[in-house]
T-cell receptor, first 115, second 118 residues
Framework: EPEVTQTPSHQVTQMGQEVILRCVPI?????FYWYRQILGQKVEFLVS????????KSEIFDDQFSVERPDGSNFTLKIRSTKLEDSAMYFC?????????????FGAGTRLSVL | AQKITQTQPGMFVQEKEAVTLDCTYD???????LFWYKQPSSGEMIFLIY??????QNATEGRYSLNFQKARKSANLVISASQLGDSAMYFC???????????????FGTGTRLLVSP
């Protein structure tokens, strides 16, 4: 069964460093998302992406964050200068189409630890 | 205001029993979707079941069913014949409607931790 793949599973970085989290969405999907979950809290939306541009972003997704689809398969989230409060699980998701019945399938997540 | 409310931080159930996890939601949009996801201790988010606001029947997927009460704005997850592997965090989520608008984000509740005992 096709699945969303995220790498790495765990990323440790120093405060102020740049990190890139990688995702390979399900191949025929058109919509891509990033969410984050701070330990013990609920999952929060960061950004949605369609047709090579951002569809929507939350207030969390400030200038330190960017997303890119550098080729036909990868979807990346970059954090330019990490802060301690960026420590969280980051989930990539993809969905095949828009509309209400639009199931988002999640990857296994990347746990980001900022020291 | 909370869009999705899960009032049960934790639930216990014995193996083979049924359990209901509560979820209430708030929206003024007539078109929306409701989702349940399971998050085991390994951390991944697994889609379980979907209910559309216009669906006439309650959704079912194997041992999972969704008790959708539109007037009450509730979308409770029912797990029948619980198994030890059902022990996990369960999240209710909603997406408000609109097609081709980009408003496709999911809003999650705070989750319910389910523990299934032998």
């Amino acid at each position: 069964e096709p699945e969303v793949t995220q790498t790495p599973s765990h990323q440790v970085t120093q405060m102020g460093q740049e990190v890139i989290l990688r995702c390979v969405p399900i191949s025929n999907h058109l919509y891509f998302y990033w969410y984050r979950q701070i330990l013990g809290q609920k999952v929060e939306f960061l950004v949605s992406f369609y047709n090579n541009e951002i569809s929507e972003k939350s207030e969390i997704f400030d200038d330190q964050f960017s997303v890119e689809r550098p080729d036909g398969s990868n979807f990346t989230l970059k954090i330019r200068s990490t802060k301690l409060e960026d420590s969280a699980m980051y989930f990539c998701a993809s969905s095949p189409r828009t509309g209400v019945k639009n199931i988002q399938y999640f990857g296994a997540g990347t746990r980001l630890s900022v020291l | 205001a909370q869009k999705i409310t899960q009032t049960q931080p934790g639930m216990f159930v014995q193996e083979k029993e049924a359990v209901t996890l509560d979820c209430t939601y708030d929206t003024s949009d007539p078109s929306y979707g409701l989702f349940w996801y399971k998050q085991p201790s390994s951390g991944e988010m697994i889609f379980l079941i979907y209910q559309g606001s216009y669906d006439q029947q309650n959704a079912t997927e194997g041992r999972y069913s969704l008790n959708f009460q539109k007037a009450r704005k509730s979308a409770n997850l029912v797990i029948s014949a619980s198994q030890l592997g059902d022990s996990a965090m369960y999240f209710c989520a909603m997406r408000e409607g609109g097609t081709n608008t980009g408003f496709q984000k999911l809003v999650f509740g705070t989750g319910t931790r389910l523990l299934v005992s032998p």
